[in-house]
């Protein structure tokens, strides 16, 4: 269930709730508000609001809007990274991991509740601890992209980074470009496109040696 999934289940006036419950209420109005107005323009007393609580309620959670922010966004940067690991481990065919894996991105930025405008759209990423995250998530996905290509390639550490770095930068923001141009290029159809452009390159690259053979697997 997602973050607005939950505020909805959870909308009731006057409900008392477990402390967990009303954590992922308060978190699920926080990102309606905040992916609507932005950081800057929300107000706790909106999210309050928006959730049906007091805002005593709130700051017994959260002390603070900078604290809710980042515990929101510590929310989705996890999700996106949860996507992108899955992605790579679904399968052992290389054209269609990587195809998995632009997927999981068009799929981050396509979630209704917009939830990755507050990683990769944020106002706030003058803030040390919101740019600490939002670089940190970056990193976490393209080293799990470049542990793949080093072990399938055998390309040195720095190399594998450099076109994890390319591939994840390139999945984001064309999902961005497609998701705010309202394309009628359907999601798999530009999946496929991308991939296609991606694969091309990176085939180029020769498979590592496996057992004194070059495995011909995703080729």
């Given at each position: 269930?997602?973050?607005?999934?939950?505020?909805e289940?959870?909308?009731?006036?006057g409900t008392?709730?477990?402390?967990r419950a009303r954590?992922?209420?308060?978190?699920?109005?926080?990102?309606?508000?905040?992916?609507?107005?932005g950081?800057?323009?929300?107000?706790?007393d909106?999210?309050?609001?928006r959730?049906?609580?007091?805002?005593p309620?709130?700051?017994?959670?959260?002390p603070?809007?900078?604290?809710?922010?980042?515990?929101?966004?510590d929310?989705?940067?996890?999700?996106l990274l949860?996507?992108?690991?899955?992605?790579?481990?679904?399968?052992?065919?290389?054209?269609l991991?990587?195809?998995?894996?632009m997927?999981?991105?068009?799929?981050?930025?396509?979630?209704?509740?917009?939830?990755f405008?507050?990683?990769?759209?944020?106002?706030l990423?003058?803030?040390?601890?919101?740019?600490?995250r939002?670089?940190?998530?970056?990193?976490?996905?393209a080293?799990?992209i470049s542990?793949?290509?080093?072990?399938?390639?055998?390309?040195?550490?720095?190399?594998?980074m450099?076109?994890?770095?390319?591939?994840?930068?390139?999945?984001?923001?064309?999902?961005?470009?497609?998701l705010?141009?309202?394309s009628?290029?359907?999601?798999?159809?530009?999946?496929g496109?991308?991939?296609?452009?991606?694969?091309?390159?990176i085939a180029?690259?020769?498979?590592?040696p496996?057992?004194?053979?070059?495995?011909a697997?995703?080729?």
């Open positions: 269930m997602s973050a607005i999934e939950q505020t289940a959870a909308r009731p006036r008392r709730l477990p402390r954590r992922n209420q308060l978190l699920g109005a926080a990102q309606e508000v905040f992916v609507a107005q950081y800057h323009a929300a107000a706790m909106d999210i309050a609001e959730a049906g609580v007091s805002k309620v709130l700051y017994q959670h959260f603070g809007k900078l604290e809710l922010y980042l515990a929101l966004l929310q989705h940067c996890e999700s949860h996507s992108v690991r899955t992605a790579l481990a679904s399968t052992t065919d290389n054209k991991r990587v195809a998995a894996t997927d999981a991105y068009f799929a981050y930025v396509e979630d209704e509740g917009g939830a405008r507050l990683v990769f759209e944020s106002d990423t003058n803030e040390p601890a919101v740019r600490e939002v670089d940190r998530v970056s990193l976490q996905c080293e799990a542990d793949v290509i080093a072990e399938d390639t055998g390309l040195a550490k720095e190399e594998s450099l076109l994890a770095v390319a591939l994840g930068g390139v999945s984001q923001v064309v999902a961005r470009y497609w705010s141009s309202e009628a290029i359907p999601r798999d159809t530009a999946v496109l991308l991939t296609s452009l991606a694969w091309r390159g180029g690259f020769p498979l590592h496996v057992d004194g053979q070059l495995s697997e995703g080729h």
